[in-house]
């Protein structure tokens, strides 16, 4: 059976700061796997139910590799594109055996045991960004650049061995290549030099491995005579524009979200252990990364009585997955008792987020700090009027002025 919504185009900007385009909804109720059109021009399937989007992410016979011919492009363009197929692949674009043997290496590093032994930092990071910012006399601060972007990229500079004082060059290059109305040759510019700089970076680590993540990669490779330079800049791009920029927008919406809600915000001053149940729903709630779990059917496949053809793309919207009624009761309600673990903002599968157990503590970290110590802490702008990334691959506010 072939489903199809003729003249429909996306990405679609999201109607409201809170809830996904309307589009999105009409579709899950007609047709949760449809045709679309994109705006590159192509044509994929939009897998917009929860039920059919977990089971495109567990099956192997749709491929992340974006080199792969059909591969759907949802947030890149065709020049970007192409700017990617001529380098070595990032683990998010590998498929199989070759996809394990990356990720086996590197999971260690983020199991809830390891991360735990950071979390004194992290509580000490948090609470110097937090001094930092009851020390100004300013009213309203931006809170973007005052905590929710500083706090994951010192925590992932230091988790791998990069330099902070050069989180100025990282962020603003990530921030060029995820907006989607940077042009071709300005995020084409923005990666190139993000691939140089962790290129050098690697190179300097090679000649002296620190007691980091890439130190430890570097050691245990040269013991097995496996050294892999191209292999680990790919990994550090992967890592550090991953690791920062997705906490850092959850961080702001987070706040925005509980500000919204004091009756929720409430439930979790007065129990801290109530912050996990809030951390999900919360990424349950926003799921910034839509889209970004597009893959391409390798052979022909049926999912929820649609057939996919071989060669044709498939984009997973996680999105509209979160906001499924069949699955999450009143999905516009932020109800942080909800026990909303099962969300797919991390994705699903064999590809879900390596980072996903730093990122929980991060934000748990975060909220529970930032209310406890600044317990009058106020949007300093009615909600409509904050600037929100609509125009960019990764949810999220560009700017968000708070005050007590």
Request: proline share 6%.
């Given at each position: 059976m072939t489903k199809s919504v003729t003249g429909l185009r996306l990405p679609v900007e999201r109607g409201c700061p809170f809830a996904p385009p309307a589009?999105?909804?009409?579709?899950?109720?007609?047709?949760?796997?449809?045709?679309?059109?994109?705006?590159?021009?192509?044509?994929?399937?939009?897998?917009?139910?929860?039920?059919e989007g977990r089971a495109v992410l567990a099956d192997g016979r749709?491929?992340?590799?974006?080199?792969?011919?059909?591969?759907?492009?949802?947030?890149?363009?065709?020049?970007?594109l192409e700017q990617f197929r001529s380098q070595p692949p990032l683990m998010v674009g590998m498929d199989g055996a070759e996809h394990a043997a990356a990720r086996r290496p590197v999971i260690g590093e983020f199991t809830v045991r390891r991360l735990a032994a950071l979390r004194p930092?992290?509580?000490?990071?948090?609470?110097?960004?937090?001094?930092?910012?009851?020390?100004?006399?300013?009213?309203?601060?931006?809170?973007?650049q005052a905590l929710s972007l500083p706090v994951?990229?010192?925590?992932?500079?230091?988790?791998?061995?990069?330099?902070?004082?050069?989180?100025?060059?990282?962020?603003?290059r990530t921030a060029v290549a995820v907006r989607r109305t940077s042009s071709p040759e300005d995020r084409g510019r923005a990666l190139a030099e993000l691939r140089a700089y962790i290129d050098d970076l690697i190179t300097?680590?090679?000649?002296?491995?620190?007691?980091?993540?890439?130190?430890?990669?570097?050691?245990?490779?040269?013991?097995?005579?496996?050294?892999?330079?191209?292999?680990l800049v790919s990994l550090a791009f992967l890592l550090l524009t991953a690791g920062h920029e997705t906490?850092?927008?959850?961080?702001?919406?987070?706040?925005?979200?509980?500000?919204?809600h004091p009756?929720?915000?409430?439930?979790?001053?007065?129990?801290?252990?109530?912050?996990?149940?809030?951390?999900?729903?919360?990424?349950?709630?926003?799921?910034?990364?839509?889209?970004?779990?597009?893959?391409?059917?390798?052979?022909?496949?049926e999912i929820g009585g649609v057939s996919i053809k071989a060669g044709e793309g498939?984009?997973?919207?996680?999105?509209?997955?979160?906001?499924?009624?069949?699955?999450?009761?009143?999905?516009?309600?932020?109800?942080?008792?909800?026990g909303a673990r099962h969300h797919l903002a991390f994705g699903f599968g064999p590809h879900q987020c390596l980072g996903q157990n730093l990122a929980r503590m991060e934000l748990q970290i975060v909220f529970d700090t930032l209310f406890r110590r600044i317990p009058t802490l106020r949007l300093a702008a009615p909600v409509e009027d904050l600037p929100f990334k609509t125009d960019a691959a990764i949810y999220g506010a560009h700017e968000l002025p708070v005050t007590w």
């Amino acid at each position: 059976m072939t489903k199809s919504v003729t003249g429909l185009r996306l990405p679609v900007e999201r109607g409201c700061p809170f809830a996904p385009p309307a589009e999105y909804e009409r579709l899950r109720e007609r047709a949760p796997i449809s045709k679309i059109h994109l705006t590159s021009g192509t044509e994929a399937w939009w897998v917009s139910g929860h039920e059919e989007g977990r089971a495109v992410l567990a099956d192997g016979r749709f491929s992340s590799d974006r080199r792969k011919d059909g591969f759907p492009l949802f947030n890149i363009d065709a020049k970007t594109l192409e700017q990617f197929r001529s380098q070595p692949p990032l683990m998010v674009g590998m498929d199989g055996a070759e996809h394990a043997a990356a990720r086996r290496p590197v999971i260690g590093e983020f199991t809830v045991r390891r991360l735990a032994a950071l979390r004194p930092r992290i509580q000490a990071i948090v609470d110097h960004f937090i001094d930092d910012l009851l020390a100004t006399d300013e009213r309203p601060v931006d809170l973007v650049q005052a905590l929710s972007l500083p706090v994951p990229s010192l925590v992932i500079s230091e988790l791998l061995g990069v330099p902070y004082t050069d989180h100025d060059f990282f962020q603003s290059r990530t921030a060029v290549a995820v907006r989607r109305t940077s042009s071709p040759e300005d995020r084409g510019r923005a990666l190139a030099e993000l691939r140089a700089y962790i290129d050098d970076l690697i190179t300097r680590k090679e000649a002296e491995p620190g007691d980091d993540l890439f130190g430890r990669q570097i050691a245990r490779q040269r013991q097995e005579g496996t050294l892999d330079h191209e292999g680990l800049v790919s990994l550090a791009f992967l890592l550090l524009t991953a690791g920062h920029e997705t906490t850092a927008n959850m961080i702001s919406l987070g706040v925005v979200g509980l500000l919204t809600h004091p009756e929720q915000l409430a439930l979790i001053t007065a129990d801290p252990g109530r912050t996990p149940l809030a951390v999900e729903e919360l990424l349950r709630f926003f799921a910034i990364a839509d889209g970004v779990t597009s893959r391409v059917a390798t052979e022909d496949v049926e999912i929820g009585g649609v057939s996919i053809k071989a060669g044709e793309g498939v984009i997973v919207s996680t999105l509209s997955a979160n906001w499924d009624p069949a699955v999450f009761k009143d999905p516009a309600e932020l109800d942080i008792e909800r026990g909303a673990r099962h969300h797919l903002a991390f994705g699903f599968g064999p590809h879900q987020c390596l980072g996903q157990n730093l990122a929980r503590m991060e934000l748990q970290i975060v909220f529970d700090t930032l209310f406890r110590r600044i317990p009058t802490l106020r949007l300093a702008a009615p909600v409509e009027d904050l600037p929100f990334k609509t125009d960019a691959a990764i949810y999220g506010a560009h700017e968000l002025p708070v005050t007590w």
